[in-house]
């Protein structure tokens, strides 16, 4: 148990040491989307009829950042560990796959909680929000970071290159997350891309995340719930059979 | 009980075969080299005897746990230094000692780490960054990382590669405290004189195969003979001393002499060709020269 609670502190210290690149930097840039599409768009859009779509916005934005601080922390720890080589350090010492997996995916939820809740912080100010169901919010936050964490092992481990992962962030994790419904609700997109939209799992992450602030979603909390769980839970077991096989890590 | 059991380990790597068939036994207490050309598979070997590595065939036990099945039991007893300098950049060197004392399921070790540190210069640099230590001093923190959960084997991969005179003798004079302390080292290493000087044991791997396996000084007695450099000013060696030329290079003869008799032979036998000898030097066995040879031999 100290092997992992070790691995998990060196792990939340690691993304401390550079909270100005790793908190401050996607606090600032949700905000900047709140000013940017909150000015833009209010009183052009209106998604749900008694809210305001900057109101709308944040928890978008705030989950949006909670799944991308998740996805980037673990992946980036792994790959640079393995680039630079200090990999080793924790590949020597007996430290069992489960351990690793949940240090990484852990630390990867804490920082993605500090993320999420910095951007609800800062935001916040501009908008009248509630918490019609905060567990709602609350474990939707928990999932949807774990699943990105884990997929974030998943691609630290498999990325050999720094450009690889850039690949897999930029090409596979931006375009889940953009199109997933953080700035407008698929009801407003055409039935194609409704149907297409309801095959990305981010979309039921920030759909249920959205539930517990506005207790309206476009999806029933408990239907996206499974779907999150179901991802989680199949994502899981992939990384471990992954990881107990050493794929990437022990030749 | 062996510190390290190798059992006809194999590793292919596609259609490389980087461990052949690798047998041997190292006793506890042993200072053991393990050398050869670079690609021979000493590193593949380690790592599969650190865990870092999984052998296609054959078993590896280290003070008799199984690095596959007890694996914990075998990492707890195993301390490696790795040949690159790596580092973590976030961490001060106090800090990484600690995650590494905690990886392996150690709290409260501050006592012991203080004390390596110590042994090894670090004390001054205890908060500095990885990042802005000298290359010798990195390599000072990887030996530390390998001892702070106090192993009793401990594995040197080229530990004095790139390092500088004095920091070499340093680790080395460590590197026997230890041993006297009680570990068992396994090192390999490119500087044969040094191997020739701190290893009780040697094993020579050439493409794969451990091609010997000995005692150093039985090693050096298997060729025992002695080397005599000669540059001459003809350039050509008289015929009845062509069957102790060992090499040629222009107008360098390398002539091989079974002891300090035969010089006498050698010296008569230049005067009555009339060659006249510009440069003369006359070596003892080392280590450098048997491992040419064996690797020679086994080619």
């Known amino acids: 148990m100290t092997g992992f609670l070790t691995l998990f502190c060196k792990e939340v210290l690691r993304f401390w040491k550079v909270a100005f690149q790793t908190i401050a930097a996607p606090v600032l840039t949700a905000l900047l989307y709140l000013l940017i599409f909150g000015q833009a768009l209010e009183g052009h859009v209106r998604v749900y009829e008694s809210i305001r779509y900057t109101a709308f916005l944040v928890p978008g934005l705030v989950m949006m950042s909670v799944l991308q601080n998740a996805f980037a922390n673990s992946s980036s720890s792994l790959i640079q560990s393995k680039i630079t080589g200090n990999i080793v350090f924790i590949l020597l010492p007996p430290i069992s796959y489960l351990q690793f997996f949940g240090a990484y995916v852990l630390a990867s939820m804490v920082r993605a909680f500090v993320v999420g809740l910095g951007v609800l912080a800062a935001t916040v100010w501009f908008v009248d929000l509630s918490l019609a169901a905060p567990l709602w919010a609350i474990t939707f936050a928990l999932l949807g970071s774990a699943v990105l964490a884990t997929l974030g092992v998943v691609a630290g481990i498999w990325a050999d290159k720094f450009d690889q992962l850039a690949g897999f962030q930029n090409f596979v994790i931006m375009p889940l997350t953009f199109l997933s419904g953080v700035f407008y609700s698929i009801h407003s997109l055409p039935q194609v891309w409704q149907a297409i939209s309801r095959f990305n799992p981010i979309f039921y992450m920030i759909d249920g995340f959205r539930y517990g602030f506005f207790g309206v979603s476009d999806v029933a909390p408990a239907s996206s719930f499974i779907v999150v769980v179901a991802c989680l839970a199949g994502l899981t077991c992939a990384t471990l059979w992954l990881l107990r096989r050493g794929y990437k890590l022990r030749s | ?299």
């Open chain 2, 1 to 299: 009980m062996y510190a390290i059991e190798v059992r006809d380990v194999e590793k292919r790597y596609g259609a490389l075969q980087a461990l052949a068939g690798v047998s041997l036994a190292i006793e506890p207490g042993e200072i053991f080299g393990l050398l050869g050309p670079n690609g021979a598979g000493k590193t593949t070997l380690i790592s599969i005897v650190a865990g870092l590595t999984r052998a296609s065939a054959g078993s590896v036990k280290v003070m008799g746990a199984d690095v596959v099945d007890d694996y914990r039991r075998a990492r707890r007893m195993l301390g490696v230094v790795p040949q690159e300098l790596v580092f973590d950049p976030f961490f001060t060197v106090r800090e990484t000692l600690e995650f590494q004392s905690g990886y392996f399921g150690l709290r409260a070790n501050g006592d012991w780490i203080d004390e390596v540190m110590h042994h090894l210069d670090l004390t001054a640099k205890s908060g500095a960054n990885m990042r802005t230590l000298s290359g010798g001093m990195k390599r000072r923190v990887l030996v530390a990382q390998a001892l702070v959960h106090k192993p009793p084997v401990i594995v040197l991969d080229e530990p004095t590669a790139g390092v500088d005179v004095e920091l070499r003798q340093g680790l080395w004079s460590f590197v026997r405290r230890l041993n006297h302390d009680g570990h068992t080292i396994v090192l390999t290493t490119h500087y044969l004189e040094e191997a020739e000087l701190l290893c009780g044991r040697i094993g020579m791997l050439k493409a794969g195969r451990l091609v010997a396996l000995d005692s150093t000084s039985n090693l050096l007695k298997t060729f025992r003979g002695l080397q005599l450099k000669l540059r001459l000013d003809r350039e050509k060696l008289p015929a009845q001393l062509a069957s102790r030329l060992l090499a040629r290079e222009g107008d360098r003869f390398t002539l091989e002499l079974h002891d300090y008799a035969e010089l006498e032979q050698v010296l008569v036998g230049l005067r009555q060709a009339g060659e006249t000898i510009l440069e003369f030097e006359l070596q003892p066995p080392d280590l450098e020269e048997v491992f040419v040879r064996i690797m020679d031999r086994s080619a």
